[in-house]
């Protein structure tokens, strides 16, 4: 496989899932902000930004929910943005045409088509609603419709790392708020995770538990570890260990520590410094799509199509 068209298959998974991420960590922010009427709106929106990854408005500007929906939904030039991240994700497609089939291709472009009318005509909930049915869609077709190769496990390697990253941001997110932050029920229903959450702990409902099920759980595919694994069997695959061991820089050693540090810390240290964890979780994120990035998409062409950063 050429290298552009692995490269673009990687950034294809890697912001179809940026954006449902972004959608979900969006709808539970917004929608804690209209429930809490004594909720500090600036301060909320500011750590949010920040949390994202966007650059908050400066002191004399008032950040408020229409600034956060501005920056990280509705801006289309902004790689970080859901409808940046969906345009993004289009042109990529584009580019890798020859490998994708037609329905996922038909999918991408459509999403992009309909993005217009669908930031001007329909409130921010719905905008979220369809851009996670959007990425939904994405996922089915390219599970059903894609060969077991390279082209796979490409795709589900962008979006293992993205999953991995935008999670640790949503935890982060309600660390740093507090008590003035999203419930951990709350995030667990903007991940589609609450009903596996009950199932599991037989009904039990604290935050701790709901923690660790969202860092955790072998099971669930949106918590770090699932995802953090997921991608090491996608480098795996792609380049089976041979008896000489991994390199240094090797993405799968990057992403063994992080999952390491993550699966063999006692809880209650874990859940003490969540805020600096999650941080080394996202670090981890960068280092390996960098070490991939050499690895398999060595050019000394700027690829200005590609935002390898929030």
Same mark, same amino acid.
Request: net charge negative; hydrophobic share 40%; aromatic share 10%.
């Given at each position: 496989m050429l290298s552009r068209i692995a490269?673009?298959?990687? $950034?294809?998974?890697?912001?179809?899932?940026?954006?449902?991420?972004?959608?979900?960590?969006?709808?539970?922010?917004?929608?804690?902000?209209?429930?809490?009427?004594? %909720?500090?709106?600036?301060?909320? #929106?500011?750590a949010l930004l920040a949390v994202m990854g966007a650059t908050p408005p400066s002191e004399e500007t008032e950040a408020t929910r229409a600034t956060v929906l501005d920056v990280l939904a509705y801006d289309r030039n902004a790689p970080g943005s859901i409808a940046g991240a969906l345009a993004a994700s289009r042109e990529n497609a584009r580019r890798a045409r020859e490998v994708l089939s037609s329905e996922l291709w038909e #999918? %991408? @472009?459509?999403? $992009? @088509?309909?993005?217009?009318?669908?930031?001007?005509?329909?409130?921010?909930?719905?905008? &979220?609603? $369809?851009?996670?049915?959007?990425?939904?869609i994405v996922g089915g077709i390219t599970d059903a419709a894609t060969r077991r190769d390279e082209t796979l496990?490409? &795709?589900?390697?962008?979006?293992?790392?993205?999953?991995?990253?935008?999670?640790?941001?949503?935890?982060?997110?309600r660390t740093l708020a507090g008590g003035a932050g999203p419930g951990w029920m709350t995030l667990l229903r903007s991940c589609g995770a609450h009903e596996a959450f009950l199932r599991t702990y037989r009904g039990r409902d604290s935050?701790?538990?709901?923690?660790? &099920?969202?860092?955790?759980?072998?099971?669930?595919?949106?918590?770090?570890?699932?995802? %953090?694994?997921?991608? !090491?069997? #996608? %480098?795996?695959?792609?380049?089976?260990?041979?008896?000489?061991?991994?390199?240094? !820089?090797?993405?799968?050693?990057?992403?063994?520590?992080?999952?390491?540090?993550?699966?063999?810390?006692?809880?209650?240290s874990l859940l003490s410094s969540l805020t600096e964890e999650m941080a080394a979780v996202q670090e981890g994120c960068s280092d390996a799509s960098d070490a991939i990035r050499l690895r398999y998409f060595p050019s000394g062409v700027a690829d200005d199509w590609i935002g390898d950063r929030l």
């Open positions: 490269e673009s298959l990687f $950034w294809i998974g890697r912001y179809v899932e940026r954006a449902d991420d972004t959608a979900r960590i969006l709808d539970a922010h917004l929608q804690y902000l209209l429930e809490d009427p004594y %909720l500090e709106e600036e301060a909320a #929106c500011r #999918c %991408l @472009n459509t999403t $992009w @088509n309909a993005l217009p009318s669908r930031i001007g005509a329909s409130g921010p909930h719905e905008y &979220f609603a $369809w851009v996670r049915e959007r990425a939904a496990q490409f &795709f589900l390697l962008g979006r293992s790392i993205e999953r991995a990253d935008m999670t640790a941001r949503l935890v982060t997110s935050e701790t538990l709901a923690a660790e &099920f969202l860092l955790l759980d072998r099971l669930f595919p949106r918590s770090v570890l699932f995802s %953090l694994e997921q991608a !090491e069997r #996608c %480098l795996t695959r792609l380049a089976p260990i041979d008896g000489r061991g991994l390199r240094e !820089e090797d993405a799968r050693k990057v992403l063994g520590r992080v999952r390491s540090r993550l699966e063999y810390q006692p809880l209650l």
